[in-house]
């Protein structure tokens, strides 16, 4: 089983900088990826930015130069550094990770998520 604990939500005004943490643990044998989520109310969830084991990132379009994703491999920790903040950068951010999960006696691949943590951007 993989557990993952966000942290850093809150409020903030537009224009404004908030630093999103995830750390991940349990029974993870290898780490893939691990990227962050947003879904804002009557809208599906939507990719925010993921970094690969090796460092490769991706980020959606409308995050792209105000948000970074970055991960300390030794803590198993993801962040998401987000600047410039909009309104409707309002939602919920999940954490999600994607690797192998050891079993003990196997390892399986999968993934997990995180339970979010709400970001407001508002004045």
């Known amino acids: 089983q993989v557990q993952l604990v966000e942290s850093g939500g809150g409020l903030v005004q537009p224009g404004g900088s908030l630093r999103l943490s995830c750390v991940v643990s349990?029974?993870?044998?290898?780490?893939?990826?691990m990227g962050w989520y947003r879904q804002a109310p009557g809208k599906q969830r939507e990719l925010v930015a993921r970094?690969?084991?090796?460092?490769?990132?991706n980020y959606a379009d409308s995050m792209k130069g105000r948000f970074t994703i970055s991960r300390d491999n030794a803590k198993n920790t993801v962040y998401l550094q987000m600047n410039s903040l909009k309104p409707e950068d309002t939602a919920v951010y999940y954490c999600?990770?994607?690797?192998?999960?050891?079993?003990?006696?196997?390892?399986?691949?999968?993934?997990?998520w995180g339970q979010g943590t709400q970001v407001t951007v508002s004045s």
């Open positions: 999600r990770f994607d690797g192998v999960i050891d079993r003990g006696t196997y390892r399986l691949p999968g993934s997990s």
């Open positions: 970094i690969t084991s090796g460092g490769s990132t």
């Open positions: 349990g029974s993870i044998f290898s780490i893939n990826a």
